[in-house]
């Protein structure tokens, strides 16, 4: 069931290496480009992570942070390097997105205030199961949440979320056997 929730295979965006060099040089032109090809998967990974926790309004600014700390580091970032530019940048978004979620506990609403579908059954259904498996995503431990949305929504395959995360790759795979653990329980009253 939770293998179904992978984001379909993109198609292979170009290659990030030279256009980081020429925003490393202060090129104001490839750094609009970075953000362009990024700012999707950026956003779609801090709202996962946030809009459970009742902090979706916080997405926006965090993605603009991810970007603000990148551009500032940018220096750093080696494009010849392991990392891919997309694994790097994910990492500095997932990383703000724990702290915020580490530092603010609001109160989520419950199902029932999310009102019901006026639709067929099956696609009532199909809304119901949607809305418990987030539901259920969100009350994930963040650095469970983290790790799983990387590879269930993202894609990344264990090493690049280790680098991303800076954990073990024995870790990542602990985290994410656990989050699975965690979402099969929580999901049990929910399969018919």
């Given amino acids: 069931m939770l293998r ?30 970075l953000v362009r090809r990024h700012q999707k998967s950026v956003g779609a990974l801090l709202g996962r992570m946030l809009r459970p926790a009742g902090l979706g309004p916080l997405t926006e600014d965090l993605a603009q942070e991810t970007f603000l700390r990148a551009f500032r580091a940018l220096a750093r970032f080696d494009p010849n390097g392991p990392a891919k530019f997309s694994t790097w940048l994910l990492r500095i978004a997932s990383r703000l997105a724990i702290n915020e979620l580490a530092r603010k506990r609001p109160e989520r609403a419950s199902a029932d205030s999310l009102g019901s579908a006026s639709t067929p059954e099956s696609e009532h259904r199909r809304k119901r199961i949607g809305q418990a498996i987030a539901s259920a995503v969100g009350e994930l431990p963040p650095p469970f949440r983290a790790a799983f949305l990387l590879r269930e929504y993202h894609g990344l395959d264990y090493a690049e979320i280790a680098e991303m995360l800076d954990l073990e790759l024995g870790t990542v795979k602990s985290r994410l056997s656990r989050a699975r653990r965690l979402l099969r329980e929580r999901l049990e009253g929910v399969r018919e």
């Fill in 4 to 33: 179904a929730m992978r984001a379909p295979a993109s198609t292979p965006r170009p290659i990030d290496g030279p256009l980081v060099v020429r925003a490393q040089s202060g090129e104001r032109a490839a750094m609009r480009e």
